[in-house]
């Protein structure tokens, strides 16, 4: 079941990195913020239980790409694909949290 819902989580990433689905996304993070996206697909899949800590390699792609190129890329897709409260845990496991009352997709971080 958990490698289904993996395998699931990972076609929709590649598709989202395709251009047929980008649509008017910011040119200039699409491609980074999925590679975050797709490093880190164990700890913000809806479907899975997130781990206590976000793997080593999914923390160095979110510091190196940063949460300003996730958060441009995310859509009503990717969306119905990750749990976004996940993406905010991971961000701030990983060092970069993401600002109270600042907008991830269509996410709003709580506590502003």
């Keep these: 079941m ?31 913020g999925i590679s975050a996206l797709m490093g880190c697909p164990h700890s913000i899949a809806k479907k899975l239980p997130a781990p206590r800590t976000p ?11 940063g949460m300003k190129c996730v958060c441009e890329i995310v859509n009503k897709i990717i969306e119905d694909t990750i749990d976004m409260k996940k993406l905010v845990n991971v961000a701030a496991a990983c060092g970069r949290p993401l600002a109270p009352g600042s907008q991830c997709g269509s996410y709003r971080v709580p506590g502003a």
Excluded: A, H, P
């Design 55 to 65: 793997s080593q390699g999914c923390c160095t792609l979110i510091r190196i790409i």
């Design 2 to 32: 958990e490698k289904q819902i993996f395998c699931e989580f990972l076609v929709v990433m590649m598709l989202l990195s395709s251009s047929q689905i980008k649509g008017d996304m910011s040119e200039g993070c699409n491609d980074w």
